[in-house]
Structures are given as structure tokens and as C-alpha cells.
């Protein structure tokens, strides 16, 4: 492939990549975009300090294609910042946040500029399908299980914009932004979320055209996230907190995509049960303060519940609903505790 034309052509858009210690991964990812990258693309890649072979799987690819762009920070400042720094150093009139362990899938790149180029809109949202961390079983070819494209051009819309993609955008990588709108942005007010662009997107409404591409152009390895440890602070703290800040919105509508509280999301604080990550610290630092409630007295119930029999339970739950990707978690987390209990044992 011959990136010399892609130098002199206008940048219509900027693939940005935030990064850290993803050198098992990071290359498979940009192999699926050089793939398939056209005239007026970029990669911007910026690594948070990695201590692995990330910066050496990036550089070989950019002294085979100029148009890789790779920054490495000192030190890592967080997803947020990092994300957002990758788009301060993006020159493209558009930029696609993408993760760094995930694929693109075919004709993704000519399928997101033929929208750029007919519909001036302000942000576009690709649908994503999940598959296990090798990328060979399918899980789920849509996340969000739309038929065809759909478009939202009208203010009177935004609370079903609302409602139908912010689940979707807690991942990232789905999301292309104007750069224009991005910089308008109050980002600073996120950083530390995890999820400095859903807080971009809403905390006002977006008062030019949006569109959401219902075919798949990402494929996601699930079960493969750095924060997995973090999960009940990122899920039953973080995220509510974010979605409840959104003042444009209705309660009916954050209502819809999450709990406002902690002890009202049950269902997770079982799963995380399950997983060994509600414990006593996490009752007592966000739930205990709260006033006294059912929701509270059933979140206590839950925490004497061993996390083995827990376990159990939510993995036949999963099996039940065909849920593969939750059995996988759930079956790791089980490997853990029998571990633990044979080395208690002996």
C-alpha cells in the first residue's frame, strides 16, 4: 500500500487510539485498519506510558505507513485525558475514538466516510458485534439490534436518541465525532468518568444531524477489559453518576438505561457478588450511607450470600439466557475461587 497520497490529501478523518501495555493486541488491531485505510485517513495513536512491547509493535507499523502518528506520554494520565489528548493531536475534520484490542471490521472505513461525505453529521455511531478474546466464537452480531440506519435530525428527538445509544456508548470505540463539536466540549468536567466522550455527547443536546449504522463494523473481544477489577466502581458508581448528571434529560428516560443509586441495581450487585467484587468494603463506603430502604435490605441480603453459591446460580442464569460471554466471566472467577479454596485447604 502506498501512503504517500494519504500525506497530501485533506484528513477527513482521524482513527485515535488511547493505549497501555496492549502489545499482545494492539497490532491485530491496527493490521484491521491499514487493511482497508483510504486517501483522507489517519491513525493517531497515544500510549500512556507503557512498560510492554506496545511502543515497538506501533513503530514497526509506522515506518510502513506515514500516516501512523504515535505519541507516548510520560506518564499515563487516564483513558479520559489520553483520549482526549489523541483527538487534540488528530488533524481530521472527524474523529473515530477506537479501542485498542479490538478489530475493524471489512469496508468499515469506506462505509463511515460514504456517511461523512452525504450527511454532515455531527456524530455517527457504529454498531459493533462481540466475540470471545480470540475473536473465534461469535457472541452477538449486533449490539443494538436495529434493522437499518437510523437518523436523528431533530431536537425533539434527542431523548430517544437518549435512550435508544447510551448503552451502546459506554463503549468507545462505536463513536465518530466532529472534532469541531468535540472542541467545544467541556471535557475537563469528565476526566476521571472512564467515559469522558458519553459526557461530551450528552451534556447538552447535539443540535446537528446524527447517525447511527446499524451493520456491525466493529468486532469487540469481550471479557478483555483493564478494569475488570474495577467494574463495581466503574458500573454501580460511575456510570449512574454520569447519566444522572445530564441535566437536558428526563428522569424517565435515565431511568431506562440505568438505576440512580446503588442499592436499586440489584441484578448487578448479584453479578458482582458472583465475581467477588461486592464485598463488605463496598457496602459500607456506597450503600450503607443511603437511608433506609428495601432496595438497601436487599442489597445487605445479597452480601451474606457466599460468593460460590452466587456464583453458581448466576452462571445457570446465564446458560439459561445464552449469555456465553457472561458464563465465560463467571466460569473464570469460579476457577479463582476453587483456588483459593484448595490453597485454604492445604
Given amino acids: 500500500m502506498d501512503s504517500t497520497n494519504l500525506d497530501k490529501s485533506e484528513v477527513i478523518l482521524s482513527i485515535c487510539i488511547a493505549t497501555c501495555n496492549r502489545g499482545k493486541f494492539i497490532g491485530a488491531t491496527i493490521e484491521s485498519i491499514v487493511a482497508q485505510i483510504s486517501e483522507g485517513v489517519e491513525i493517531i495513536v497515544v500510549d500512556g506510558a507503557s512498560t510492554d512491547n506496545t511502543k515497538s509493535v506501533v513503530l514497526n507499523y509506522q515506518e510502513k505507513f506515514s500516516y501512523i502518528k504515535y505519541y ?5 494520565g487516564g ?7 489523541a483527538v487534540e493531536l488528530a488533524t481530521g475534520m472527524y474523529c473515530w475514538l477506537f479501542t485498542d484490542d479490538d478489530i475493524l471490521n471489512c469496508n468499515a472505513i469506506a462505509t463511515v466516510m460514504t456517511a461523512i461525505r452525504d450527511g454532515e453529521y455531527a456524530l455517527l455511531i457504529a454498531n459493533a458485534s462481540s466475540y470471545s478474546r480470540d ?6 452480531n449486533k449490539f443494538v439490534n436495529f434493522s437499518s440506519n437510523k437518523e436523528y435530525s431533530e431536537i425533539i428527538e434527542q431523548e430517544q436518541f437518549f435512550i435508544d445509544m447510551a448503552n451502546i456508548l459506554s463503549f468507545i470505540g462505536c463513536v465518530i465525532i466532529k472534532k469541531d463539536l468535540w472542541d467545544k466540549r467541556n471535557k475537563e468536567l469528565y476526566f476521571g468518568t472512564e467515559f469522558i466522550h458519553v459526557g ?4 447538552e443536546y447535539i443540535t446537528e444531524k446524527i447517525l447511527f449504522i446499524s451493520e456491525p463494523l466493529i468486532s469487540i473481544r469481550m471479557n478483555n477489559s483493564q478494569w475488570s477489577n474495577r ?3 466503574i458500573w454501580i458508581i460511575k456510570w449512574p453518576q454520569l447519566i444522572w448528571s445530564f441535566r437536558s434529560y428526563s428522569d424517565i428516560s435515565k431511568r431506562k438505561i440505568c438505576p440512580r443509586h446503588p442499592e436499586q441495581n440489584l441484578w448487578k450487585l448479584l453479578l458482582y457478588r458472583a465475581m467477588g467484587y461486592y464485598s463488605q468494603s463496598e457496602y459500607k463506603n456506597h450503600i450503607q450511607p443511603s437511608n433506609p430502604n428495601i432496595s438497601k435490605f436487599m442489597a ?3 452480601l451474606t450470600l457466599p460468593c460460590s453459591l452466587v456464583n453458581l446460580f448466576m452462571i445457570a442464569y446465564a446458560s439459561f439466557r445464552h449469555r456465553p460471554w457472561m458464563v465465560e466471566e463467571l466460569l473464570q472467577h ?3 475461587f476453587n483456588k483459593s479454596a484448595k490453597l485454604a485447604g492445604s
Fill in 135 to 140: 475473536l473465534d466464537i461469535c457472541y452477538r
Fill in 72 to 76: 507516548q506520554l510520560h506518564e499515563k
Fill in 200 to 203: 461530551v455527547i450528552f451534556q
Fill in 300 to 302: 445487605r441480603l445479597i
Fill in 79 to 85: 483513558v479520559d485525558r489520553d483520549y482526549c489528548r
Fill in 334 to 336: 469460579r476457577r479463582q
Fill in 231 to 233: 467494574a463495581f466502581k
